[in-house]
């Protein structure tokens, strides 16, 4: 309703309804340009959560892997530790996917808007061919008027389309931007790299000062000064202790969200 | 009846089925004029879905102008008031 009538304004302006019809056409072939800048920018915004997502989950699967050895080692503290620090990369992750979903349903949107007004581009050319080689001007205003109408609406709405495209793609680029400054800053690096390393010191102390014990008690048998080692070290009682704690990982039992009654519109109050 | 969904494009109403819109429609002005976004949201999506159901979708290159538009799924309520006239998102 809306864009009707400001297109039919603009039709009545112009003197000779045969240049309307090129300088429409001229504007449909911009507009499908832009619909498709901005699947591509919405594409371009999706990858670079993706990886952004990776990012996290490597530092995430690290510290899983720390909280796993402290617990062979029997430092229940140390696995805490870096399990907490996991649950809180994974908090992070998780709205990081909310966004990635959020842009994927936006980027489909804007691909099938961009197939459609393809279609419509291309209906409009032929029609607007066919009316300049059979022009008359007593008829011209009426089927010009009818290959306006449609095309029209449809360039309103894209138009819509790209500009609430644009809109969630520029708040998830800020979000992106502050969290690709916190990975560059190492802020998040507290929780994982930096801070982290100090779970990584203390095991690897901790594994070379066994292997040390292990290597002067293997010593002292080959020198006849005491018993073997017991290779039941691996399996003693750290291990046992590593057994009873690992189902007590933070931040695995999240359940899914309930799924919404709308599917791919999902998101109330997120309009212009 | 050519009825446009923002974002989705066109489908055809068949005259039987636009009294059941209509009602949806008066429903979702009520929830409008209540200003309950939860409410609003319900019936603007309940409309929309029932318009998906009953409507045949127009093939993609047709040039026919829309007798009614509705909003996006995920209009605000502002925006769906802009777009309101006297007579409700579907006339008559």
């Known amino acids: 309703m809306i864009f009707k009538s400001k297109a039919n304004k603009a039709l009545d302006r112009m003197e000779d309804p045969r240049e309307t019809l090129d300088y429409s056409y001229q504007r449909q072939l911009e507009l499908l340009q832009k619909v498709r800048r901005g699947v591509a920018d919405v594409a371009t915004s999706r990858k670079r959560v993706e990886l952004q997502i990776n990012s996290l989950k490597q530092k995430a699967d690290k510290l899983e892997e720390q909280g796993r ?79 306006f109408s449609g095309i029209s609406e449809e360039m309103g709405d894209v138009g819509l389309a790209i500009q609430r495209a644009e809109d969630k793609t520029a708040q998830m680029q800020a979000r992106a931007g502050a969290i690709d400054e916190l990975l560059a800053s190492g802020a998040l690096d507290d929780f994982t790299g930096t801070r982290g390393d100090d779970i990584q010191a203390e095991l690897d102390r901790l594994g070379g000062g066994r292997d040390v014990e292990l290597e002067l008690q293997r010593m002292k048998a080959e020198l006849g000064q005491g018993p073997a080692p017991r290779e039941a070290i691996e399996a003693g009682q750290p291990g046992q202790a590593a057994q009873q704690n690992q189902p007590a990982q933070p931040g695995q039992a999240a359940p899914p969200p309930p799924p919404a009654p709308t599917q791919q519109y999902r998101q109330p109050g997120e309009g212009l | 009846m050519i009825v446009r969904i923002m974002g989705e494009g066109q489908v055809e109403i068949a005259p039987a089925d636009i009294d059941e819109l209509n009602s949806l429609d008066s429903e979702l002005e009520a929830a409008i004029e209540s200003g309950d976004e939860a409410e609003f949201r319900a019936k603007l999506h309940a409309l929309l879905d029932r318009v998906r159901q009953v409507g045949k979708a127009l093939p993609e290159d047709s040039l026919e102008p829309s007798e009614l538009i509705l909003p996006p799924a995920d209009a605000s309520m502002d925006e769906v008031r802009e777009m309101l006239g006297d007579q409700g998102l579907i006339p008559g």
């Open chain 1, 69 to 147: 050895k402290a617990l062979q080692v029997g430092r229940e503290d140390l696995a805490r530790e870096a399990l907490t620090r996991r649950s809180a990369l994974q908090s992070q992750m998780a709205e990081l996917q909310a966004q990635h979903d959020n842009l994927q349903a936006e980027e489909e949107k804007l691909t099938l808007a961009s197939q459609r007004l393809q279609a419509k581009v291309d209906a409009f050319r032929t029609k607007k061919e066919t009316i300049k080689a059979t022009y008359t001007a007593a008829e011209a205003q009426t089927r010009i008027n009818e290959a």
